[in-house]
């Protein structure tokens, strides 16, 4: 089954109109994906894969991606499954074009969305969501198709077998606690920051009703106003409920420390993104002067080698992956199973168009074949779902398995029609 065709489009939503996502520093965002098909000679068999942005510069990656689809072109499904690890490393290490990253922006961003739409494939050829074609992998096998480069300071893949093979011994029993209570999440959508306290407070109470039991605001536009926000939800949700809080690296590590201080009386289950994502040493700052508040961040984190650094120098308390940003689970789950040795909790990073697809998929992989942790948790938030043929599903607080074939992030042919930048009939009458 041969790859005939793969087309790439710029796909905007124009979610800055309900202040959709807003934070300390993101204040528009237009919800956005380049979004990749790819078809088979089986006009029932095709692959989409998704890299999330919010509006202006996703062309660049649509237009960075004419640089690896030809790659593609003529193999078959099979070859593609046989090599994706070197496939994998030919797009990223290009010789030329690893000068624009390597393995970071852009660029990996681009490779991040092809790599979402192969495994997509992949996983659909099996006829198999994408967890169950992971777990039904061989263990060496799963291995080989991952990327380890980089990594051997801190893992090994004996490590790493080692850590898959203890999972299995119990993997009936969590693939059964998988499908019978799903995975529970945490919801941002009550919280942007630029919602009024009437419409975070109307919100919050929804979720509540809906069973939801933990809840994440925005701050970090002006310390008084967090503080009443934070005043405000903690009454709406009672001590009993998790509350945490996300700055969007909009404070310096010296700001980060001062103001954490002064929120910590909310009970926070921790605080995301203080400051810079890269910026390991000011979150090491940042946790010795907090007192037992934890940090979370992941979600800027550009590459696995960053990751390996914020965790080997405990810098973070929650690892935030982010299924967009990275490049594909190639690159994500080795993460995952650095995370799993040095036992620190995952909470991925979801929301935007696609995310919570895609993590459900990487949380019930994580659960089931790599983490020893015992903290499971997940963010959600229903942005764009209607553009979607298969949206994640929440019940009472937790993602639902997904049980249809592929990696679950399809949007639907109408709001390509509709939204795809900047011919789509929605930016075509737009009047900027
Ligand atoms: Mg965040």
Not at 423 to 431: A, L
């Amino acid at each position: 089954m041969k790859i005939k065709n793969i087309t790439v489009h710029d796909i905007r939503f124009p979610t800055s109109l309900q202040n959709l996502g807003t934070d300390a520093v993101h204040v528009d965002c237009d919800y956005s994906a380049t979004y990749v098909k790819i078809y088979t000679e089986d006009p029932k068999l095709n692959g989409t894969g998704i890299s999330f942005t919010i509006g202006k510069g996703n062309e660049l990656c649509v237009s960075a991606l004419a640089h690896f689809t030809p790659l593609f072109l003529g193999r078959t499904v099979s070859e593609v499954e046989a090599e994706m690890a070197s496939l994998w490393k030919q797009c990223t290490n290009h010789s030329q074009l690893r000068w624009v990253g390597p393995e970071k922006g852009v660029i990996h961003l681009a490779v991040a969305s092809l790599f979402n739409g192969l495994w997509d494939l992949v996983s659909k050829f099996h006829n198999k969501p994408l967890w169950q074609y992971i777990l039904d992998l061989g263990d060496e096998e799963f291995l080989q198709k991952l990327t380890f480069s980089y990594l051997d300071d801190v893992i090994s893949e004996e490590e790493a077998l080692r850590i898959i093979r203890g999972k299995r011994v119990q993997l009936n029993a969590s693939r059964q606690d998988i499908l019978e209570n799903g995975f529970p999440c945490y919801t941002t959508a009550a919280g942007w920051l630029g919602y009024s306290d009437e419409k975070m407070t109307n919100l919050t109470n929804e979720y509540l009703k809906q069973g939801w039991t933990h809840f994440k605001v925005k701050v970090g536009q002006d310390i008084d106003r967090d503080i009443k926000r934070c005043a405000l939800i903690r009454e709406l949700i009672g001590c009993e409920n998790k509350l945490m809080v996300d700055a969007n690296q909009i404070w310096s590590v010296n700001e980060s420390i001062e103001n954490i201080n002064l929120l910590k009386e909310f009970d926070l289950y921790f605080v995301e993104e203080p400051t810079h994502p890269d910026d390991i040493l000011g979150f090491k700052k940042i946790k010795n002067s907090i007192n037992d508040v934890k940090l979370a961040t992941g979600e800027m984190c550009q590459n696995r080698i960053l990751f390996k650094q914020f965790i080997e120098h405990k810098a973070l308390d929650f690892l935030q992956i982010d299924s967009c940003r990275l490049a594909s689970i190639s690159e994500i789950i080795p993460i995952l199973l650095i995370a799993s040795k040095f036992d620190i909790p995952v909470i991925a990073h979801a929301g935007g168009v696609g995310l919570c697809e895609y993590v459900q998929h990487l949380n019930i992989i994580n659960k089931c074949l790599i983490t020893n942790n015992s903290t499971f948790m997940s963010e959600y938030a229903d942005s764009c779902a209607e553009h979607l043929v298969n949206p994640a599903k929440i019940a009472n607080g937790s993602y639902i398995t997904p049980k249809h074939p592929g990696y679950s992030a399809i949007i639907k042919d109408s709001s390509i029609k509709e939204f795809e930048y900047p011919n789509g009939n929605y930016w075509k009458t737009y009047v900027h």
